[in-house]
């Protein structure tokens, strides 16, 4: 997949930034000594962490070294480490692991989420957010433009990706290993401005590795196509600014902290 894109990325920083503010105003620890930001980005919500608890060791973790090189910049005081966050494992046991908008973008997440869990210690918390708006049409109207086009059997991966589950299947996988897990989900109305906003914001994120396997000129026809898709849902208003529904859930599951230990394999 081609470089991160931090300043495209960070252009919507505000509207992106209200779901982490979220999540975290949602963490109810004191005190943790030991925070990850597992997929930190450009480390703008790393920061945050570290505001609200300013003597915890924090660590970013992230597999882009542009982003990394922005959050270094703004952050030289956080530890930052640069890995793919799917392979990720703590030499010592966290209080928290916080990921925003990141985990999306890993496979398999019947065997990632419970690990994640088992990565904190005993009644330490995994906290997530993750983008679920795969079945709107920002995200619809990909698979339409892959079908319309030439490049339909090459893009064929990328048709129809819907990378999170439904809240209770995450609620069903961890009550196992928690003591409490909360799961819900919020659509955010995100009013955007500028020309053809949506498809800035999804050519920054969702976009990224479709246009990745398309040459300069075939990448130029796929967003014409698209665009136009997207144009036609997300219309922009008398005030020239666009509507932009956004649906996003959230967990955060407090590791079982009851008599010995439970594992997933433990009914």
Excluded: K
């Excluded at 019947?110 to 690990?115: E, G």
């Excluded at 955007?192 to 990448?219: F, H, I, K, M, N």
């Amino acid at each position: 997949m081609a470089a991160w894109d931090p300043s495209a990325y960070l252009a919507f920083a505000g509207p992106r930034l209200q779901p982490a503010l979220d999540l975290l105003a949602a963490v109810d620890l004191d005190g943790p000594g030991n925070i990850v930001d597992l997929g930190c980005g450009a480390g703008n919500v790393t920061g945050l962490l570290a505001e609200r608890w300013p003597e915890a060791r924090i660590t970013g973790i992230d597999s882009s070294p542009e982003m990394l090189a922005e959050a270094r910049a703004a952050h030289p005081e956080i530890i930052w480490i640069e890995a793919d966050i799917g392979a990720w494992s703590a030499e010592t046991p966290p209080d928290l692991i916080f990921s925003t908008a990141a985990l999306h973008w890993l496979p398999d997440h019947a065997r990632l989420f419970p690990r994640l869990v088992e990565s904190v210690r005993p009644d330490g918390v995994l906290a997530v957010q993750m983008p679920r708006n795969f079945d709107e049409p920002s995200h619809t109207a990909i698979t339409e433009a892959i079908d319309a086009g030439p490049w339909r059997d090459r893009l064929a991966d990328r048709r129809h990706r819907r990378p999170v589950a439904e809240p209770d299947v995450y609620r069903a996988m961890l009550a196992p290993l928690t003591d409490r897990i909360d799961v819900w989900e919020t659509v955010y109305e995100h009013v955007l401005e500028g020309d053809d906003p949506v498809v800035r914001w999804t050519r920054s994120t969702a976009l990224r590795p479709v246009l990745d396997q398309l040459d300069a000129d075939e990448q130029t026809a796929f967003l014409v196509d698209y665009a136009a898709r997207v144009g036609a849902a997300y219309p922009r208003r008398a005030d020239g600014t666009t509507l932009f529904p956004f649906r996003r859930l959230f967990i955060i599951a407090r590791r079982y902290t009851g008599p010995g230990s439970r594992s997933r394999d433990e009914g």
